[in-house]
């Protein structure tokens, strides 16, 4: 046989072991459990929001955190870290209109020595909360929109099923053509990388979370040390479910249905730097595993319709046969994700080109970072930010 054909049986082979033996990832029936019955009391809940420069989505998520049906206490605080398009103040007028949970806007100062942004806001948020004694803390970006049962059945699956974190995937906004093409293979992705079952076992096989909505429980928040023990992280999400791993936690990772994002990435240039900011982090800035990924990535997602394609063209049966079916079960493998993404199935047959950009995407994320401009987000860069230890 040629060698492409062995190239395209590799990958066969590859997608073979993904369908069966990567967690199932591909499925999305990962959802957040309800409990047997309610909690007989609820717990105090403070949510905490970082926000910097959020004024033009503010006014669709903000109402959402305060008009929440929620048995127990529960309180917002809105971090203002350090904006310039007046995200506090409209904080403070969107609650005198639409009141509601009670809203306090704080503010910390440009970050300490060691801090990222995001990090740096949650510290002062959560010091502002345990103030108030909660058993639960509400982590959540100023950009998603809850439904107005969110936290009422993120407490009731955390206390029903005693996990200390509790975490769902927010439903990203899909409108744009370049959102549909690029925004279904993010999450398909991430889920590829941890496999959702894989997290929500009592012995876990992976560890992650999503980092747009986390119900935390307080005192395992303090035994984990967070946010301190990641202070310097970038991938902030995934950091903080290893440190409260670490502390002996329980988590809980899953698809959203009443969790949204309504932060727009209309063009391309707006998705291509939310995923290369950090994508070079998430490779802990090794060239090596950089090149594998490169390398991985082709093979698994580029060849596929390379063999099929070029074994046509030249009569190679074995190369085209299992590049073709490579190619199928991939595109199978995606489909669930446009159905929950409400997406056309068509969509599927173009994953391998959304490959490819994710690929160009992670080497950009590699470039900046050799430039010396590291992760940039709403303004700040960081130089050599870090991720945490993988255990």
């Known amino acids: 046989m040629s060698t492409l054909a062995w190239i395209a049986i590799a990958a066969l082979a590859v997608w073979g072991w993904l369908l069966l033996g990567q967690g199932f ?14 909690p007989e009391s609820w717990p105090d809940v403070v949510v905490v929001v970082p926000a910097r420069d959020e004024a033009e989505v ?16 529960a309180e917002v605080i809105l971090v203002d870290d350090g904006s310039t398009d007046g995200t506090g103040r409209l904080a403070g007028e969107l609650a005198a209109r639409h009141g509601g949970l009670p809203l306090t806007v704080t ?20 010091a502002l ?5 909660p058993a639960f803390l509400l982590l959540t970006d100023a950009d998603i929109a809850h439904g107005p049962d969110s936290l009422r059945l993120l407490v009731a699956a955390a206390t029903g099923h005693r996990l200390d974190l509790v975490s769902q995937m927010a439903r990203l906004r899909v ?11 993010f999450v398909y992705f991430f889920c590829q990388l941890y496999p959702f079952r894989w997290i929500n076992r009592r012995r876990p096989l992976a560890t992650a979370a999503a980092g747009g909505c986390v119900l935390l429980r307080a005192e395992t928040a303090e035994r984990a040390r967070v946010p301190e023990s990641i202070r310097q992280a970038v991938i902030d999400d995934v950091s903080l479910a290893r440190a409260v791993r670490r502390a002996g936690g329980r988590l809980w990772l899953g698809l959203a249905e009443r969790v949204d994002s309504v932060r727009p990435y209309p063009g391309l240039t707006e998705l291509w ?26 093979l ?12 046509l063209l030249a009569g190679d049966a074995p190369a085209a046969w299992a590049g073709g079916l490579a190619w199928a079960v991939m595109a199978g493998t995606y489909l669930p994700m446009l159905r929950y993404y409400r997406q056309p199935p068509w969509l599927a047959p173009l994953l391998p080109f ?7 995407m992670t080497v950009d994320s590699a470039v900046q970072h050799y430039r010396g401009r590291g992760a940039a987000w709403k303004g700040r860069t960081y130089a050599r930010p870090e991720t945490m230890p993988d255990r």
Not at 107 to 126: D, F
Not at 273 to 298: E, F, I, N
Not at 354 to 360: I, S
């Open 354 to 360: 959304t490959a490819l950009l994710y690929l160009l």
């Open 273 to 298: 730097r939310m995923v290369s900011r950090s994508a070079y982090a998430q490779l802990r800035h090794s060239p090596l595993v950089l090149a594998g990924t490169v390398a991985g990535l082709a």
């Open 107 to 126: 503010s910390p100062g440009e970050p300490g020595p060691g801090w990222t942004g995001k990090l740096w806001a949650l510290r002062h948020g959560m």
């Open 300 to 311: 698994v997602y580029l060849a596929p319709p390379a063999a099929l394609f070029a074994g």
């Open 58 to 73: 503010l006014p669709r998520s903000l109402p959402s955190l305060l008009g929440q049906d929620y048995p127990g206490r």
């Open 129 to 133: 909360a345990r103030a108030r004694g």
């Open 25 to 38: 990832f591909w499925r999305t029936d990962q959802r957040l459990p309800g409990p047997a019955a309610a």
């Open 175 to 185: 409108a744009s053509g370049w959102e549909r093409l690029i925004v279904p293979a």
